[in-house]
């Protein structure tokens, strides 16, 4: 007997476009979300965008309550459940980048309650996935979150967030080629679970995002309108796979190895985008396609160097060899590279110098 069975959870509604800021409230209406909504956000999106779109709600009797939030820690996440129940809300509105955004979804799905996503970057493509990524101790988990019940994407705030936000979310699109390569690599020799339509659609997204490269300018609205449509589409990927496998291979355990080795040294999209560069080279060798994707990140401003990044080559070498071991995840790292097949892939590619 057929005995499997697999749920799919999107958004109902995503709004995307110039001014939508100023739907976040009528999103709501049409959701039928009734009750009183708590705020999460970080400090530059609450002065950028989050206190003008709870004034609205104030406007609409809502009664809204704020908490700001620094960092994509577990202890964010309970701050946020801590404070929704202290203030009896009904659901959650995330206001900012990847971070907020991410504890935003994690707590609504601890709490059992709904939740907006609301960028302010298009910097990432968990605006709309239903994972959470959250580093803890020795290691980084991809955590099973709720997804938004509606997106707001205001183009006009997007485009005027600074440029390298943008980029950073062209480069995080740019790295789902080398996520699927590593996914299907996984599904050959462990078979791990994979689906071709999710693998599909986040190979496409890449695919459309880098045919209009010449269309992603700084300043330009239309731009913020191609990358978000991307990392939706990404984001939909995920959630078709129930794990974040379509965008997230051995080029995101280094990007998490470097956040551990040099917090905040670079933006999470740059740093998957030159991690892509080295994977791709060790899945084709010297055949090039490294090359289609380095000149894919140049093309839209991305890094693709160490020194691109602010990270020094010691540090690149560090987290190459040890980041097979940030998660159960199987990758074309395997078990592990040594210190001198690290040191040629990354000055095969460039990254260091
Ligand atoms: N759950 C998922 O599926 C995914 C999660 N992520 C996670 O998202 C995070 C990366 O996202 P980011 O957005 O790069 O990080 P982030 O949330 O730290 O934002 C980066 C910076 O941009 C600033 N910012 C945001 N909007 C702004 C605006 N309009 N104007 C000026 N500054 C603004 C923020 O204050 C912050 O300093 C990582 O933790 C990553 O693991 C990334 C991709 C997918
Ligand atoms: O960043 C992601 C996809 O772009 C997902 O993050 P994880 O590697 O934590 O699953
Ligand atoms: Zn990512």
Known sequence: MFEKSKWIRLPRNVVVGHG??????????????????????????????TDSVASDFEAAGMDPVTVTVESATFDSVETVIETAEREDVSYLVGVGGGKAIDIAKMASEHLGIGFLSVPTAA??????????????????????????????????????APWELTTAGCADIISNYTAVMDWRLARRLKDVEYSEYAAALSEMTAEILVD????????????????????????????IAGSSRPASGAEHLFSHQLDRLAPDAALHGHQVGVGSIMTAYLHGGERGFW??????????????????????????????????????????????M???????????TGVIG
């Open 123 to 160: 910097s990432h493509d968990g605006i709309v996935s239903n994972r959470g990524s959250v580093p803890d101790g020795n290691t980084r988990h991809s955590v099973a979150a709720e997804p938004p019940l509606g997106v707001v994407a205001d183009t006009e705030i997007l485009a005027d």
């Open 291 to 336: 090359r289609d994707i380095r000149d894919a990140l140049s093309s839209i401003d991305a890094p693709t160097t160490a020194a691109e990044l602010g990270i020094d080559d010691d540090t690149v070498i560090e987290a190459l060899t040890s980041c097979h071991e940030i998660r159960d995840r199987y990758t074309i790292l395997g078990d592990g």
């Open 212 to 239: 209009n490269a010449d269309l992603v300018r700084p300043g330009l609205e239309e731009s913020a309108w191609i990358v978000t449509k991307a990392l939706v589409s990404s984001g939909v990927a995920m959630s």
């Open 20 to 49: 939508v800021r100023s739907a976040v409230v009528d999103t709501v209406d049409d959701l039928h979300l009734q009750g009183r909504p708590l705020f999460v956000t970080s400090p530059t999106p609450r002065n950028v965008v």
């Open 338 to 348: 040594n210190e001198h097949a690290a040191r040629e892939v990354a000055t095969k």
